[in-house]
């Protein structure tokens, strides 16, 4: 039997891509970078004195440009991922996007006259684990940790914990519930995720 | 007054012995399954998180929410300086009993300013210098000695627990140094202050609360998460949700190992 040469380098091909560091190997630097330019962002939108829905927008935005978002919706989705379709996926990482983006914008007159810092870095297995501190007004500060990745091809943050608390599980513990309310059926529960948060 | 005495020692020992039974089964437990719950009770626990629910909605929350409105900011922080400053005494037996020599000093120095240039703990005096706060209690010193978590519960009105945390409670309910010193009334100072500053944290942290109680798809399954991991992250304890890695498979269980280089 002759050897395909086409299925062996694309073979290879898989091999280099899995062994070999991509080019632009992300940095200690550039992941501090990246938190530094989102945190700047973030204290903009809180120093814009805007409206609760104006703020929203903005780091809907934010979010957009700077999270995973796709991963992140598929981490939230959990074991149930598995069965939705494409088009299930898509709508839903749209749908997930605008949800965090209300849930957490709602939250950020809290933040009004606070600021975030970044700390120190350390290396994880996907990228960077970045260490911030919030100091926001009358509230003792609190640590936020940003965990930064390239694995998507673009410097981009997947997660973050609040004081211990990470955002993923939390999502994915909503997401699941939902999902359990609506029976299993995927397409009910982006409907009703559309309108909540 | 000394047969009250003596009858309140008795009723203490009697706890601390159920305490110290129930402990029994946080070693049992002592590892928890893959997915970093340990929820056997879900059932009974339900019942309980249905019960505080409405005794928040119906009374708590109206009430935090009315002191925290009409309570000037520094009225509310004295309460809270007062209730901070009466837990030092039981902070520096834990830090003891710990071997942390650091929260030993924290907790008598901080007791010390407090109590004199803080005008009997109203003000934060120590703070004002700089010292760091520091709160630990006999859950962590359970912790510390390599006790497990045991099961989540969800206690009537005190919300959600571990059982070592639960018996650190009762531990430290029966043991306060404060209680040997003091006769009635001020012995329940330290009660009441820590269900106004309890009130106080209910109302400042409402939005918070609010969100975790009625806006979740499940508010059980959400207090009992965030609970988790937030007494996790104060312990210092590792834990192998603080690292899942979603970029190996998406789809698959999050407490997957993921290791820190």
Same mark, same amino acid.
């Given at each position: 039997?002759?050897?395909?040469?086409?299925? #062996?380098?694309?073979?290879?091909?898989?091999?280099?891509?899995?062994?070999?560091?991509?080019?632009?190997?992300?940095?200690?630097?550039?992941? #501090?970078?990246?938190?530094?330019?989102?945190?700047?962002?973030?204290?903009?939108?809180?120093?814009?004195?805007?409206?609760?829905?104006?703020?929203?927008?903005?780091?809907?935005?934010?979010?957009?440009?700077?999270?995973?978002?796709?991963?992140?919706?598929?981490?939230?989705?959990?074991?149930?991922?598995?069965?939705?379709?494409?088009?299930?996926?898509?709508?839903?990482?749209?749908?997930?996007?605008?949800y965090i983006a209300r849930k957490y914008g709602k939250r950020f007159r809290e933040f009004i006259g606070g600021r975030i810092e970044v700390r120190s870095a350390r290396s994880i297995r996907s990228g960077y684990e970045i260490t911030t501190t919030a100091f926001l007004k009358g509230e003792s500060p609190f640590e936020v940790t940003f965990l930064v990745s390239d694995r998507s091809g673009k410097r981009l943050f997947f997660n973050m914990f609040i004081e211990g608390v990470n955002l993923l599980l939390?999502?994915?513990?909503?997401?699941?519930?939902?999902?359990?309310?609506?029976?299993?059926?995927?397409?009910?529960?982006?409907?009703?995720?559309?309108?909540?948060? | 007054?000394?047969?009250?005495?003596?009858?309140?020692?008795?009723?203490?020992?009697?706890?601390?012995?159920?305490?110290?039974?129930?402990?029994?089964?946080?070693?049992?437990?002592?590892?928890?399954?893959?997915?970093?719950? $340990?929820?056997? +009770?879900?059932?009974?626990?339900?019942?309980?998180?249905?019960?505080?629910?409405?005794?928040?909605?119906?009374?708590?929350?109206?009430?935090?929410?009315?002191?925290?409105?009409?309570?000037?900011?520094?009225?509310?922080?004295?309460?809270?300086?007062?209730?901070?400053?009466?837990?030092?005494?039981?902070?520096?037996?834990?830090?003891?009993?710990?071997?942390?020599?650091?929260?030993?000093?924290?907790?008598?120095?901080?007791?010390?300013?407090?109590?004199?240039?803080?005008?009997?703990?109203?003000?934060?005096?120590?703070?004002?210098?700089?010292?760091?706060?520091?709160?630990?209690?006999?859950?962590?010193?359970? $912790?510390?000695?390599?006790?497990?978590?045991?099961?989540?519960?969800?206690?009537?009105?005190?919300?959600?627990?571990?059982?070592?945390?639960?018996?650190?409670?009762?531990?430290?309910?029966?043991?306060?140094?404060?209680?040997?010193?003091?006769?009635?009334?001020?012995?329940? $100072?330290?009660?009441?202050?820590?269900?106004?500053?309890?009130?106080?944290?209910?109302?400042?942290?409402?939005?918070?609360?609010?969100?975790?109680? $009625?806006?979740?798809?499940?508010? +059980?399954?959400?207090?009992?998460?965030? +609970?988790?991991?937030?007494?996790?992250?104060?312990?210092?304890?590792?834990?192998?949700?603080?690292?899942?890695?979603?970029?190996?498979?998406?789809?698959?269980?999050? +407490?997957?190992?993921?290791?820190?280089?």
């Amino acid at each position: 039997m002759l050897n395909n040469p086409s299925r #062996r380098a694309v073979l290879a091909g898989i091999i280099t891509t899995a062994t070999v560091p991509p080019a632009f190997a992300l940095s200690e630097g550039d992941a #501090r970078a990246l938190v530094d330019q989102l945190v700047g962002e973030i204290n903009t939108v809180i120093a814009s004195g805007k409206s609760e829905s104006g703020m929203i927008r903005d780091f809907e935005k934010i979010f957009a440009r700077y999270a995973d978002v796709p991963i992140m919706a598929r981490y939230a989705l959990g074991v149930d991922g598995r069965r939705a379709s494409n088009g299930q996926l898509r709508r839903f990482t749209d749908v997930f996007a605008g949800y965090i983006a209300r849930k957490y914008g709602k939250r950020f007159r809290e933040f009004i006259g606070g600021r975030i810092e970044v700390r120190s870095a350390r290396s994880i297995r996907s990228g960077y684990e970045i260490t911030t501190t919030a100091f926001l007004k009358g509230e003792s500060p609190f640590e936020v940790t940003f965990l930064v990745s390239d694995r998507s091809g673009k410097r981009l943050f997947f997660n973050m914990f609040i004081e211990g608390v990470n955002l993923l599980l939390t999502e994915r513990t909503e997401i699941g519930a939902l999902l359990d309310q609506a029976g299993g059926d995927i397409d009910a529960m982006i409907d009703r995720l559309r309108r909540i948060g | 007054m000394t047969t009250l005495l003596a009858k309140t020692r008795n009723l203490n020992s009697t706890i601390l012995v159920t305490a110290l039974t129930l402990l029994g089964a946080c070693t049992a437990a002592d590892r928890v399954p893959g997915d970093g719950i $340990y929820d056997p +009770y879900e059932t009974q626990n339900r019942k309980v998180h249905a019960f505080n629910r409405n005794v928040d909605r119906a009374l708590v929350r109206p009430v935090a929410r009315g002191y925290s409105g009409s309570v000037p900011d520094e009225l509310e922080a004295t309460v809270d300086n007062f209730a901070e400053n009466l837990g030092q005494p039981s902070n520096f037996v834990n830090s003891l009993l710990q071997a942390d020599l650091r929260g030993m000093g924290l907790s008598t120095v901080r007791f010390v300013m407090n109590t004199t240039i803080g005008i009997g703990g109203l003000v934060d005096a120590a703070s004002e210098f700089g010292i760091p706060e520091h709160d630990t209690d006999f859950g962590e010193t359970l $912790y510390v000695w390599g006790v497990g978590e045991g099961a989540y519960m969800e206690l009537p009105f005190l919300g959600p627990s571990t059982t070592r945390r639960t018996v650190g409670r009762v531990v430290d309910a029966v043991s306060n140094p404060l209680d040997f010193a003091l006769d009635p009334p001020e012995v329940y $100072y330290d009660t009441a202050a820590g269900i106004v500053a309890g009130i106080g944290t209910r109302g400042r942290f409402s939005d918070t609360v609010d969100a975790i109680l $009625y806006e979740s798809a499940d508010s +059980y399954a959400q207090t009992r998460l965030i +609970y988790l991991q937030t007494r996790r992250f104060e312990l210092g304890a590792d834990v192998a949700d603080t690292a899942i890695d979603p970029y190996l498979d998406p789809y698959d269980d999050p +407490y997957e190992a993921f290791d820190v280089e």
